[in-house]
């Protein structure tokens, strides 16, 4: 993973003319006068940690998993979002942790907690780095220190019960791994979020991760049957049963906890047979209304497909729903652009019910080239963000939830945001998650960047957060709270929920060592 950019460095591509031309004229782009800082240029602040802590650190996973060196260091500093990667890019890590632990069983994270807990030390948990949210950069206030705790040697596959369809993970296998690991089994998780590349179960299940098949396959807290969570206070293993009436169910309180509760060290995992078949699809709609009015249609009557995803006018025209062959448009470029895959048995079947009503509904059929072209492209959008970044342009993402009544207000109050606070920025959306009561709407806004990026980022997304809890949407479908989205969060759960979150927090980690500043709302004095 690239430390200051997305995933493989060899992968970065340069934008080509024409979309650079777009940009000039479009939107005034010009290439920021600065360069990129080197790795080696990254100013670091010392390491806080006194040496006799650091011995005891290594004392519990070994000397050779202590890690103090510049490069580790810098690669645990913050996590991806447009914030993250242009303060990295400008040489600034100063969020970065005084050591990089690698623990290598459940008992070495729960001594290290213990450890961490009773001096203070600030523990970051840390998998694939794919945070967009501002979730990996602890504050420092009153601890001695901050360590990054990465789970990749807590990699293995546990078991597969093919009886029951489950699965038991480590947190720290990688999402490709897993689905290699299952495949020797003719089986697949079926969770493809954008981060697949690179992120890890564990961090799928703290960050309660919607893949872009889910609805197929359910988003990845529907997969989650089982867990076990180190804390400071002790271990939690959580999940008897499919469901049960015993109670709530502690789980969901797991799941989406980003770290400030635990240290989720084994996952049991629901599966699925591996599809025998994939067919992908595209179709055009006259406007964004009337293909959020099929999509609706196809979630509440059914059948659902297993890829479901519709661009509105601004995405399809430039052609955002095909990553690698971005400027050249959906289509034709005009109307509204909508992805249909179909996976697993009776692919004919389902696809010819769910054709039929995508027809009745004023579909245009486009055949298999957008759905394949989508497909090949799927994971490839984050590396145009960086390409984006280096021409000048500030690019970043957003999304909400709503229900279905509720969805068009939610759309125009958060462009109408970024409207407000950005000029004339280029704004694109499309509906990727879908369910019977409402959908997720997931924004990309291109603006040029002005002499301080991260802060006029900061500005537009403190104005879209207000928008979305004015309009009734959630701060967040997929991405996570962190700390991004931590006072609209108060806002959403109000101070009942908060104080639930802080009497949680308050149980499992007493001297507020995990994630501290990430998810649990502050309380008011």
């Given amino acids: 993973m690239s430390w200051s950019g997305w995933g493989d460095p060899a992968r970065a591509r340069e934008l080509p003319e024409p979309v650079r031309a777009l940009l000039r004229d479009l939107l005034g782009v010009r290439a920021p006068g600065t360069p990129a800082a080197s790795l080696e240029q990254v100013a670091l602040p010392a390491v806080a940690l006194a040496r006799p802590l650091l011995g005891a650190l290594a004392e519990v996973v070994g000397d050779g998993h202590v890690l103090t060196g510049h490069e580790a260091r810098v690669r645990h500093t913050r996590g991806k979002s447009t914030p993250d990667l242009l303060r990295m890019r400008a040489g600034d890590g100063s969020a970065a942790p005084d050591a990089v632990v690698l623990p290598g069983s459940h008992e070495e994270v729960a001594e290290l907690l213990r450890l961490c807990s009773r001096e203070r030390v600030a523990v970051v948990p840390f998998g694939g780095g794919t ?11 009153g601890f001695a220190g901050v360590i990054a705790l990465d789970l990749g040697r807590l990699d ?21 791994d897993a689905e290699r690991l299952l495949a020797g089994h003719g089986l697949t998780l079926g969770h493809f979020p954008q ?69 989720i060290t084994s996952l049991r995992l629901r599966v699925r047979r591996a599809p025998a078949e ?8 006259a406007s964004f209304a009337a293909g959020s009015a099929a999509v609706r249609a196809l979630a509440q009557e059914g059948p659902l497909p297993t890829v479901l995803r ?26 509204c652009l909508l992805i249909a895959g179909y996976e697993g048995a009776r692919v004919a079947g389902r696809h010819a019910a769910a054709s039929a009503v995508l027809a009745r509904s004023g579909g245009e059929p486009l055949g298999p080239e957008p759905g394949q072209a989508w497909e090949h492209g799927r994971f490839s959008a984050p590396y145009l963000r960086d390409s984006l970044l280096a021409a000048g342009a500030t690019v970043e993402t957003l999304e909400t939830a709503g229900f279905w009544a509720n969805l068009p207000r939610l759309y125009d109050a958060v462009r109408l945001a970024l409207l407000g606070a950005l000029g004339s920025p280029l ?16 924004f990309t806004v291109v603006t040029p960047q002005d002499a301080d990026p991260v802060a006029q980022w900061q500005r537009a997304k403190a104005a879209v957060n207000a928008s979305i809890v004015e309009a009734g949407g959630t701060i967040t479908h997929h991405h996570g709270v962190g700390r991004d989205h931590l006072d609209a969060y108060a806002s959403e759960l109000g101070p009942v929920g908060a104080g639930i979150l802080r009497a949680v927090k308050a149980e499992l980690d007493p001297a507020g060592i995990l994630n501290p500043g990430v998810l649990v709302p502050p309380a008011v004095s």
């Fill in 310 to 335: 519709l661009s509105d006018e601004t995405e399809t025209m430039i052609g955002l729903a095909k990553p690698d062959g971005i400027g050249t448009g959906g289509a034709d470029g005009s109307g």
């Fill in 427 to 442: 704004v694109m959306c499309h509906i990727s998650h879908v369910y019977e009561t409402g959908a997720s709407l997931y």
């Fill in 156 to 176: 293995r596959l546990l078991f597969v019960d093919e009886e029951s369809m489950v699965a038991g993970f480590e947190p720290g296998v990688r999402a490709p």
């Fill in 131 to 141: 945070s967009v949210v501002g979730g990996l950069a602890a504050d420092r206030a």
């Fill in 195 to 263: 981060s697949f590349e690179y992120a890890t179960l564990g961090g799928f299940a703290a960050a309660r991760s919607s893949g872009q098949a889910s609805a197929g396959y359910g988003r990845f807290d529907d997969m989650v049957v089982g867990l076990t969570l180190a804390t400071p206070s002790g271990t939690l293993e959580l999940g008897r049963a499919p469901k049960s009436a015993a109670g709530p169910d502690l789980r969901q309180l797991v799941l989406g906890s980003e770290g400030a509760f635990g240290v």
């Fill in 278 to 285: 994939r067919r992908y699809e595209g179709w055009r709609f």
